[in-house]
């Protein structure tokens, strides 16, 4: 059993900071690509950025310059720094990780966290 916890939302005005963090926790065996989504209602989850196991990033255009994604994998844990934040970055973040575990032969499937509300408004 392995699971994602995220942390980290909250309410912010525009121009200011947050950063997200997502801790994954159980049999791990291994993590590839990590990464952020966001959604808002109506419509679908999309990527906000994501890191690979050794560290190559991309970002969704709306967010590169603003977003900073990175990791760190001796404690099983992806963050986002978002700065100079806009309404429109409101929504919820989730994190998904890659990973098998030590029961997956091997094998990669996608894990999701429970989703972290960030709300920019004045």
């Known amino acids: 059993q392995v699971q994602l916890v995220e942390s980290g939302g909250g309410l912010v005005q525009p121009g200011g900071s947050l950063r997200l963090s997502c801790a994954a926790s159980?049999?791990?065996?291994?993590?590839?690509?990590m990464g952020w989504y966001r959604q808002v209602p109506g419509k679908e989850r999309e990527l906000v950025a994501a890191?690979?196991?050794?560290?190559?990033?991309n970002y969704t255009d709306s967010v590169k310059g603003r977003f900073t994604i990175f990791r760190d994998n001796a404690k099983n844990t992806v963050y986002l720094q978002m700065n100079t934040l806009k309404p429109e970055d409101t929504a919820v973040y989730y994190c998904?990780?890659?990973?098998?575990?030590?029961?997956?032969?091997?094998?990669?499937?996608?894990?999701w966290g429970q989703g972290t509300q960030v709300t920019v408004s004045s």
């Open positions: 998904k990780a890659d990973m098998a575990t030590v029961t997956s032969l091997g094998y990669e499937y996608d894990y």
């Open positions: 159980g049999s791990i065996f291994s993590i590839n690509t």
């Open positions: 890191i690979t196991s050794g560290g190559s990033t």
